[in-house]
């Protein structure tokens, strides 16, 4: 006969019916000795059934089972981890879950509420569940990271509200009625008031140790190799007058407001962003790039392992110096000028032999659809070390022929309304004149007849046309290590997903960070964080990855439209103490999780 000593030996275990309700159930293995043909082993020895388990863990035993072990009766018991707990011990376990009331009054609730009809709950959960899973995972341990940053006790609630921006982008009075409808760990929803004192929480220090652990992370494989990221920055309009770094800069819109510039560092290999933060608006791209890389190294980040993939807007002898100092590496756009030694490289007399022309098709590479040709350059650092220096010429013949079409139609038009009206003096206040006041040139044209004085005509400049039309659809790119053109081209056009990131941000913050200086840093942190998970996904997408032999795509090309069929995958239940059964899930929903997120598909009950 068993007996309540032995059940203490017992090990537990949950158990699911098909209408997802659970079950607790106690079992003890028993060792089955060895006879001469077969090996001992061990096997489930007597099952005692215990009860039903509630939504918070609480167990309703069984009459049966408490006239049977009677010691169980009285006292409260919780199942967690295939445990029992008494209600002492599983509120030392967790100290933030409120006292429950007795289970008599339990059981009384319960059966006043199953004496009416049960109403089912829905929650959303495919796109939630997804990016609460690729958070976790041992690909990404984003939340591991957070936890590093600001503890256990914000991540989630973090992580919550990078879900929400993501998903919805709405205000944050409306998350917690967000959080009502949607499925998110129970420490995530926060009202308001909570919501504002989290984002206070905040401060630029916890940016910096996060994303320090997430550099040590995407060390962890192949620590030896060099990481190729790719750094951008973008320009973002706050309301916030107290913000000490808000100042007028060069917004490409909205330039009537104060903005910051927020810089971010992405690694090529995982799609994730290894360092970000901000500085003052009216500060340039150039200027910034040794502040921000300074403050990368201050938090413990060695430059001489990164390979920074920067736009032609970084482009400066300092810099690359500066890099050469601090042994790091750089792929770097290039400004082509009119004065500028890329240019006169271009037009000069050897450029037209067919070894050097990026007009001939000896130059041409089918690989990138780009002509291309090299030059070589030295560099010295401010202590004194010489370091060779590739750069290569890119021309795009289609882009080319397109931009020479429209500047001669331009040129042409404009002469043409020139001519018609030789007497029209306000000619330089039209808008098209900035664009080819270049390209036009006026001289003395003799008319025929005796006594015909000579009279001004404007005429396209030939010789600066055939200029543009050598240097058009034409870009450059310098490294300091030893890529072909084809791995410098492909490395290059990374900073494309950061550009995606970047709108992504900007559609969350409606184009305007909205936040008192207070809580700056914590929904800065917010909208980074998301930011993370769509540059990550665009990354794994672009793999082309495939489930089944079939290929996985975004749907039109889209992040957020495939958050939306996510979306469509809910979860139900018709009583607090049951399961949440998981819809069915679709091919196409399965294709998203396995090919773009990396996780396995939701189990059938939760």
Same mark, same amino acid.
């Given at each position: 006969?068993?007996?309540?000593?032995?059940?203490?030996?017992?090990?537990?275990?949950?158990?699911?019916?098909?209408?997802?309700?659970?079950?607790?159930?106690?079992?003890?293995?028993?060792?089955? %000795?060895?006879?001469?043909?077969?090996?001992?082993? =061990? $096997?489930? &020895?007597?099952?005692?059934?215990?009860?039903?388990?509630?939504?918070?863990?609480?167990?309703?035993?069984?009459?049966?089972?408490?006239?049977?072990?009677?010691?169980?009766?009285?006292?409260?018991?919780?199942?967690?981890?295939?445990?029992?707990? /008494?209600?002492? !011990?599983?509120?030392?376990?967790?100290?933030?879950?409120?006292?429950?009331?007795?289970?008599?009054?339990?059981?009384?609730?319960?059966?006043?509420?199953?004496?009416?009809?049960?109403?089912?709950?829905?929650?959303?959960?495919?796109?939630?569940?997804?990016?609460?899973?690729?958070?976790?995972?041992?690909?990404?341990?984003?939340?591991?990271?957070?936890?590093?940053?600001?503890?256990?006790?914000?991540?989630?609630?973090?992580?919550?509200?990078?879900?929400?921006?993501?998903?919805?982008?709405?205000?944050?009075?409306?998350?917690?009625?967000?959080?009502?409808?949607?499925?998110?760990?129970?420490?995530?929803?926060?009202?308001?008031?909570?919501?504002?004192?989290?984002?206070?929480?905040?401060?630029?220090?916890?940016?910096?140790?996060?994303?320090?652990?997430?550099?040590?992370?995407?060390?962890?494989?192949?620590?030896?190799?060099?990481?190729?990221?790719?750094?951008?920055?973008?320009?973002?309009?706050?309301?916030?007058?107290?913000? %000490?770094?808000?100042?007028?800069?060069?917004?490409?819109?909205? &330039?009537?407001?104060?903005?910051?510039?927020?810089?971010?560092?992405?690694?090529?290999?995982?799609?994730?962003?290894?360092? !970000?933060?901000?500085?003052?608006?009216? @500060?340039?791209?150039?200027? /910034?790039?040794?502040?921000?890389? =300074?403050?990368?190294?201050?938090?413990?980040?060695?430059?001489?392992?990164?390979?920074?993939?920067?736009?032609?807007?970084?482009?400066?002898?300092?810099?690359?110096?500066?890099?050469?100092?601090?042994?790091?590496?750089?792929?770097?756009?290039?400004?082509?000028?009119?004065?500028?030694?890329?240019?006169?490289?271009?037009?000069?007399?050897? =450029?037209?032999?067919?070894?050097?022309? *990026?007009?001939?098709?000896?130059?041409?590479?089918?690989? @990138?659809?780009?002509?291309?040709?090299? #030059?070589?350059? $030295?560099?010295? /650092? /401010?202590?004194?070390?010489?370091?060779?220096?590739?750069?290569?010429?890119?021309?795009?013949?289609?882009?080319? !022929?397109?931009?020479?079409?429209?500047?001669?139609?331009?040129?042409?038009?404009?002469?043409?309304?020139?001519?018609?009206?030789?007497?029209?003096?306000?000619?330089?206040?039209?808008?098209?004149?900035?664009?080819?006041?270049?390209?036009?040139?006026?001289?003395?044209?003799?008319?025929?007849?005796?006594?015909?004085?000579?009279? #001004?005509?404007?005429? !396209?400049?030939?010789?600066?046309?055939?200029?543009?039309?050598?240097?058009?659809?034409?870009?450059?790119? =310098?490294?300091?290590?030893?890529?072909?053109?084809?791995?410098?081209?492909?490395?290059?056009? *990374?900073?494309?997903?950061?550009?995606?990131?970047?709108?992504?941000?900007?559609?969350?913050?409606?184009?305007?960070?909205?936040?008192?200086?207070?809580?700056?840093?914590?929904?800065?942190?917010?909208?980074?964080?998301?930011?993370?998970?769509?540059?990550?996904?665009?990354?794994?997408?672009?793999?082309?990855?495939?489930?089944?032999?079939?290929?996985?795509?975004?749907?039109?090309?889209?992040? %957020?439209?495939?958050?939306?069929?996510?979306? #469509? *995958?809910?979860?139900?239940?018709?009583?607090?103490?049951?399961?949440?059964?998981?819809?069915?899930?679709?091919?196409?929903?399965?294709?998203?999780?396995? &090919?773009?997120?990396?996780?396995?598909?939701?189990?059938?009950?939760?």
């Amino acid at each position: 006969m068993t007996t309540h000593k032995d059940l203490c030996s017992f090990n537990v275990l949950c158990v699911v019916d098909a209408k997802g309700r659970r079950y607790a159930r106690g079992y003890k293995n028993v060792w089955v %000795p060895a006879t001469e043909t077969k090996p001992g082993y =061990s $096997k489930m &020895g007597e099952q005692i059934y215990i009860g039903a388990i509630k939504a918070n863990g609480l167990v309703k035993m069984s009459a049966k089972f408490l006239e049977k072990f009677p010691v169980f009766a009285g006292r409260s018991w919780y199942f967690e981890k295939n445990t029992l707990y /008494s209600e002492d !011990a599983f509120l030392a376990l967790h100290p933030e879950t409120p006292a429950v009331v007795s289970s008599r009054a339990q059981d009384g609730e319960q059966a006043e509420e199953h004496a009416g009809v049960a109403t089912p709950k829905s929650l959303d959960f495919g796109a939630t569940y997804a990016l609460s899973m690729m958070a976790r995972s041992k690909k990404y341990e984003i939340k591991q990271s957070l936890d590093a940053a600001v503890g256990r006790d914000k991540s989630e609630a973090l992580l919550g509200l990078a879900m929400y921006q993501l998903i919805d982008g709405g205000p944050a009075c409306s998350y917690e009625d967000w959080c009502a409808d949607h499925y998110v760990h129970r420490d995530a929803p926060l009202t308001s008031q909570q919501v504002s004192e989290l984002y206070r929480s905040i401060t630029q220090e916890h940016m910096d140790l996060y994303f320090k652990d997430r550099f040590a992370r995407s060390l962890k494989e192949n620590p030896s190799d060099t990481r190729f990221c790719a750094l951008d920055s973008t320009s973002i309009p706050v309301t916030s007058a107290d913000n %000490p770094h808000a100042e007028y800069g060069h917004a490409k819109s909205d &330039g009537h407001l104060p903005q910051v510039n927020l810089v971010v560092v992405l690694d090529r290999k995982t799609g994730d962003i290894v360092y !970000a933060c901000e500085y003052n608006g009216s @500060i340039n791209d150039v200027a /910034s790039f040794d502040y921000v890389c =300074s403050r990368m190294e201050r938090i413990g980040i060695d430059l001489s392992k990164i390979c920074f993939t920067t736009d032609r807007g970084y482009d400066s002898n300092f810099n690359q110096c500066f890099l050469v100092d601090k042994k790091a590496s750089f792929v770097m756009g290039r400004r082509i000028t009119r004065r500028g030694n890329l240019r006169e490289f271009i037009l000069a007399d050897r =450029s037209r032999t067919p070894e050097k022309n *990026l007009m001939s098709s000896a130059t041409l590479l089918t690989s @990138i659809e780009r002509h291309v040709v090299q #030059k070589a350059d $030295k560099i010295r /650092s /401010s202590s004194g070390e010489v370091c060779n220096v590739t750069t290569y010429i890119y021309r795009d013949p289609l882009l080319a !022929a397109q931009l020479n079409m429209g500047k001669r139609k331009q040129v042409d038009e404009f002469v043409r309304k020139l001519n018609a009206d030789p007497d029209d003096s306000s000619y330089k206040m039209l808008p098209e004149y900035r664009e080819v006041k270049d390209y036009i040139a006026q001289r003395d044209v003799q008319l025929e007849g005796p006594h015909k004085a000579p009279v #001004k005509r404007w005429f !396209a400049h030939q010789q600066r046309l055939n200029e543009y039309e050598r240097t058009a659809g034409c870009f450059a790119i =310098s490294t300091n290590l030893p890529l072909t053109a084809e791995e410098a081209f492909e490395n290059y056009k *990374l900073r494309n997903i950061i550009e995606v990131g970047f709108r992504a941000f900007k559609d969350g913050t409606r184009d305007r960070l909205r936040t008192s200086v207070c809580g700056y840093w914590g929904k800065l942190f917010c909208y980074l964080l998301a930011e993370t998970f769509v540059m990550s996904l665009r990354k794994n997408a672009q793999e082309q990855p495939k489930m089944d032999g079939q290929p996985v795509c975004l749907p039109h090309n889209s992040v %957020p439209a495939m958050l939306r069929k996510l979306e #469509k *995958l809910k979860i139900t239940r018709c009583n607090p103490d049951d399961a949440w059964l998981v819809d069915q899930v679709t091919r196409t929903q399965r294709g998203y999780m396995v &090919g773009i997120f990396k996780i396995k598909p939701p189990p059938k009950h939760l």
